[in-house]
């Protein structure tokens, strides 16, 4: 098979790419570096001089997972102008995230044994945090909470979309009702007093 020359950072972007497709395509079971090599046409000795190994590719492909999440939640909440919408629009985007893109939701959270070279940006994280801050600026929730309804708000969407994409029964056949639901019970749960 003849292989195909890169320019310095081509190969590195290359491998990215098909990494991302198959993330989509088949979450974390073509991400080795032998296979991804093969798609892109190269030796695996050639992806090392890109990452010094297979757990930073992996990563890198995590990372844009996790950016794909956070776009998808930018969109939703710029369409938003109310405070409440907005937290409820992150919401509701990381469930349809999650649902509507089962391989790339389970790579964007690989347990990896590298760390990624750089913030992802954008950044789901951030984008919660934001729309919490929103809250606690419009005073229905303190300050010093934004951490922990962050957490919390987290937790919830997340386990909803590993349960609802689990081969189990809890939440097979999820309509669009539920996470409404789930959105509004989470938005009184955060803003109830105590």
């Known amino acids: 098979m003849k292989k195909t020359p890169y320019h310095h950072g081509d190969l590195e972007q290359a491998l990215l ?82 649902l509507d893109e089962p391989g790339l939701f389970a790579v964007a959270f690989l347990d990896c044994d590298a760390t990624p070279r750089r913030y992802d940006d ?10 919490i801050l929103d809250l606690a600026e419009a005073g229905y929730i303190e300050l010093v909470d934004v951490q922990a309804v962050t957490s919390m708000a987290w937790a919830v969407v997340h386990g909803f979309v590993v349960l609802a994409g689990s081969n189990t029964t809890y939440l097979s056949d999820t309509t669009s009702a539920q996470i409404d639901d789930l959105i509004e019970r989470t938005w009184r749960g955060i803003t109830a007093p105590l």
């Open 122 to 131: 954008p950044s789901a994280w951030d984008i919660f945090q934001g729309a």
């Open 17 to 98: 790419e098909v990494g991302l497709s198959e993330a989509r395509a088949s979450g974390a079971r073509n991400l080795g570096v032998t296979y991804l090599a093969k798609q892109v046409n190269v030796t695996p000795m050639a992806v090392y001089r890109h990452f010094p190994n297979g757990e930073s590719l992996k990563v890198s492909i995590s990372q844009l997972a996790r950016e794909e999440l956070a776009k998808r939640m930018q969109v939703a909440v710029a369409r938003e102008a109310d405070v409440k919408r907005r937290f409820q629009a992150t919401g509701r985007a990381y469930i349809e995230f999650g």
